[in-house]
């Protein structure tokens, strides 16, 4: 502004004062400030809410245009801004996206030669993506404030060739749901009785997103648009280190890397080895400090869903950081020592271990950069796992096959059509866990290991990963071939594609005619959306119980039928009704001219049975677990598209349930009552259909009534339900139980079974194990040697032979479909939601 004046000498005094006064006021509004200028509370004394941790990164970076740089990369399901700030020297950040780009060409990712004369480390710090683990987003700002001015002389250095990039809040519906919840439910003085309200979360907690997700169970599945649009920003990075940042039970010492075992077998030895280094300098400044520490316990790197498994997946070094404190610590809170444990320090442990890890990443930011570039190199020309490439069948529902494709596209893998048949390959046979000679045919689907991201397409589809050690906090077998249902196989040669994939749309049918009628294919969760759609408004659908063929096409049971005759009040609309779903719901239509069939049943005949349209309703309550309730809630009003009505589980007994003719019990651990058993009951026998999955049908166990029962065995030996597994839970909730994979058998007589091939990939995670029925049906059930994938304790494994997965039951007028399995876990088994939607649907 001086200068300005001086080269303007002829300018008048008005002029000169007046500008100078806008200078002064622009110093004023753009000053950096620190946290406790900037907010209403000193920073510790009170959680800040979401709009004001937002607003302080939103005033830094405008004062701060040289150093900070604010990415806004989405917004949450309840509309609050998700964003980045990217920190390094003024004279990095002129050259940022050079760097960028740089740094996408070391993992190939994109073209041209990278440069490695001024390696820069880029650090990615996540924080509180569980939104009740509050402290890592009120650090941030501190974090920011030194990251931005950077007025310490270290802070200065490292950032000559570091850029960090810094999340301050991954989740902040949840976030806003603790820190407000808080605010509203604390003292005025601040009480650190741990009993006190202050202290005791109600349901559902700030943990998860708007639909009760664990964000940090989702990397890998990308079901939420939290991972979604973080995983874009993500991937536009590719950075080299990566703290996820939490907070775990107020007692115990703040962990950091390095990792427990196990850990997976595509981990590298450097990753390995930078995590001892980072962890060995957290701990130098632990301590000078005199603060508590634990490593190498508890938080393995298997399960590849994790803000810290991910990043490793991906090239990184990826860990975990956990605090003490979470939604139990408050603004302070007596531990078990006699200490009180404060904001305050939970803030201070978090700045010390984000700041030592970008000091360490700075001091080794060559060897990063020169690990990095060898990670990729070697992912791309030498994948390490057992199986090379991946084949997806041409003849698999197109609409599973785009499911998918979709997903690799999040992830930045590479796929493409096989280009030329082969025959006699030997390869792994997903269907029947066989190794067979097979024919690939030049439409196949092909996954080659031989890519930047291989590390992931390995994770994500070999069959089975190897496990070290079976103490794991999480599910050891996950392959999106049995998840999304698929006929594949896995090789253990290379193939690569030679054609590039079409995302599948049906065929538009141009004929100008009306249709007697359309026959639809059961497939998958696309016809299912499809028929929910078009019984919202009021269509009416048939489905057929016996194969039948109509011109050219051969139907299996459970095939749909929409008819003139059926949906005369519709008139002239039907057509365009039916047509427009298909088309949103991207089905295949096959119009029919006649209703005399070529094979089978004329579709008069009362084999094609007419689909009631169902009034759904979805417990909720204390006893029900949060996650499950909302993938419950996720999938029919994100995926499924069909209403429901919540009710309180504590209310059934007043709530008129006749309004529902489908009452849904997710997983949970519920204590129902003898008076609520009997209400369910009677309205089961009056026509309702119950539908409970895992805890939900374990509630209805052993119950008066009720065709499920715990194996006699499992009676007598308790001890297996103790699930040995776990010391320490992952985070403090009890969702982290191993799971495996178990090849049920299914019967496609019964409508539960219809869509499937003679097999389900049930995803196992609870270790309950129930009696063949005497008087029920097993649509799905596990034969005396059945296959399974991932780890089983040996005493449980041979307790599941002949055991139902599935049951259905009529009572009365009415029906309980009890699921052993929960098809919905975080809503990643597409195959479960194809099974749940017969349940309730059809
Ligand atoms: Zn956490």
């Given at each position: 502004?001086f ?16 500008l ?38 939103e ?15 989405g ?40 440069n ?32 931005a001015?950077?007025?310490d002389?270290?802070?200065?250095e ?58 940090n169970r ?8 939290e ?9 536009r ?8 940042v ?18 997976h ?16 300098n ?7 400090n005199?603060?508590?520490?634990f ?12 803000g ?13 950081y ?12 007596e531990?078990d ?15 010390t ?8 990443s ?24 057992e ?22 596209d ?14 006699g ?5 997903y ?10 045919n ?27 050690d079976s103490?794991?906090y999480?599910i050891?077998a ?34 100008t005619?009306?249709?007697?009628a ?13 028929v ?28 749909f039928?929409?008819?003139?005759a ?9 057509d ?28 008069g ?6 689909l ?6 979805l417990?909720?309550?204390e006893?029900v ?16 598209g ?5 009710i309180?589980l ?14 849904v ?14 209400v ?12 409970a ?12 009534g ?10 007598k ?6 699930r ?19 090849r049920?058998?299914?019967?496609n ?20 194990v129930?009696e ?31 055991t ?23 809503s ?8 749940f ?6």
């Open positions: 502004m200068v300005l004046i001086k080269h303007n000498s002829g300018m008048n005094l008005p002029i000169r004062l007046a100078l006064f806008t200078s002064l006021l622009a110093q004023a509004v753009f000053a950096q400030k620190a946290p406790n200028e900037f907010l209403p509370h000193k920073l510790g004394e009170q959680f800040t809410p979401h709009h004001l941790l937002n607003g302080y990164f005033q830094l970076a405008s004062a701060s245009p040289a150093t900070m740089k604010l990415e806004k990369y917004l949450t399901n309840e509309a609050r801004p998700l964003q980045i700030a990217v920190f390094s020297s003024p004279e990095n950040m002129a050259q940022l996206e050079e760097i960028r780009l740089n740094n996408l060409r070391l993992a190939g990712m994109t073209s041209g030669q990278p490695l004369n001024n390696p820069t480390a880029i650090v990615w710090l996540s924080m509180s993506v569980h939104g009740n683990e509050a402290s890592g987003a009120e650090c941030s700002m501190e974090l920011a404030f030194q990251l001015t950077q007025t002389p270290k802070v200065k490292w950032l000559k060739n570091t850029v960090v990039i810094l999340d301050p809040s991954l989740n902040p519906d949840g976030y806003d749901r603790y820190t407000h919840w808080h605010r509203m439910a604390s003292n005025l003085i601040q009480n650190s009785d741990p009993d006190a309200r202050e202290h005791r979360e109600p349901w559902p907690s700030g943990r998860v997103n708007h639909y009760y997700f664990d964000l989702d990397w890998a599945w990308a079901t939420q648009i991972t979604q649009q973080r995983l874009m920003a993500y991937h990075w590719l950075p080299h280190v990566h703290p996820d939490h907070e775990q039970g107020i007692n115990d010492p703040y962990y950091f890397a390095p990792a427990a075992e196990p850990m077998e595509l981990i590298t030895p450097w990753q390995r080895d930078f995590q001892v280094e980072i962890g060995e957290n701990a130098r400044h632990f301590d000078n005199g603060w508590y520490y490593t190498k316990e508890v938080f393995d790197l298997f399960y590849p869903s994790y810290d498994t991910y990043p490793t997946f991906n090239g990184a070094i990826g860990m975990t956990e605090q003490a404190g979470g939604p139990r610590g408050g603004r302070a809170v531990t020592n006699g200490d009180t444990l404060t904001l305050k320090d939970r803030i201070a442990h978090h700045l271990t984000s700041l030592s890890t970008i000091e360490v700075s001091k080794s930011a060559r060897p990063l950069v020169e690990n990095f570039r060898e990670y990729y190199r070697r992912t791309s020309t030498n994948p390490q796992a199986y090379k490439a991946f084949i997806i069948r041409e003849t698999n529902d197109p609409n599973k096959v785009r499911n998918l494709c979709q997903l690799l999040q992830h930045k893998i590479r796929y493409g059509r096989v280009g030329a048949g082969l025959s390959v030997k390869a792994f046979d269907g029947s866990g066989q190794e067979i000679s097979a024919s690939i030049p439409n196949d689907l092909v996954i080659s290991a031989y890519q930047p991201h291989s590390v992931m397409v390995q994770a994500l589809f070999e069959p089975e990963a190897k496990l070290a103490m794991t999480d050891t996950w392959s999106l071939i049995f998840a999304h249902g698929l006929d594949a196989y896995a090789l253990k040669e290379r193939l690569e594609p030679k054609k590039p994939y079409e995302p599948f749309r049906p065929q538009k049918d141009l004929s005619a009306t249709p007697y359309w026959c639809i294919h059961r497939q998958s969760l696309a016809e299912a959306q499809f929910g759609e078009l019984m919202q408004q009021g269509v009416r659908i048939r489905t057929a119980r016996e194969p039948f063929a109509m011109a050219e096409q051969q139907y299996a049971a459970g095939a039928v929409i008819s003139k059926d949906n005369r009040a519709l008139h002239s609309s039907l365009a009704m039916v047509t427009a779903a298909a088309e949103r719901a991207n089905v295949r239509l096959y119009p029919v001219f006649t209703g005399t069939s070529a094979k089978g049943k004329d579709l005949s009362d084999a094609f049975h007419l009631k349209r169902p009034r759904i309703a417990v909720y309550g006893d677990e949060e996650n499950s309730y909302g993938h419950t809630w996720f999938f029919f009003e994100r995926e499924l069909y209403p429901i009505t919540p309180p504590d209310r059934l007994d007043k709530i008129d349930l006749s309004k529902y003719t489908s009452l019990f997710p997983h949970g651990h519920y204590s129902l009552s003898e008076g609520n058993l009997g369910l009951r009677q309205w089961i026998e009056k026509g309702g259909r119950l539908i999955f895992e805890g939900g049908a374990k509630a209805f166990a052993d119950q008066d009720f065709e499920l029962n715990t194996r006699e065995a499992l009676k030996d308790t001890s297996m339900l103790r040995p597994f776990l010391t320490r839970q992952r985070d403090g909730l009890s969702d982290g139980l191993p799971g495996a994979i178990v049920g058998k299914v019967d007589t019964h409508p539960l079974g219809y869509g499937f091939p003679g097999y389900y990939h049930s995803l196992k995670t609870q270790p309950d129930y063949m029925p005497e008087n029920a049906d097993t649509p799905i059930y596990l034969e005396e040697k059945y296959q399974s994938y991932g780890f089983i304790g040996s005493r449980l494994k041979p307790m599941l032979k002949k139902p997965l599935v049951v259905v039951q009529k009572m009365g007028n009415g029906e309980a479909v009890l699921m052993v399995d929960n098809p919905l876990f975080r990643f088994w597409q195959q479960g939601k194809a099974l939607a017969n349940a309730l649907l059809f």
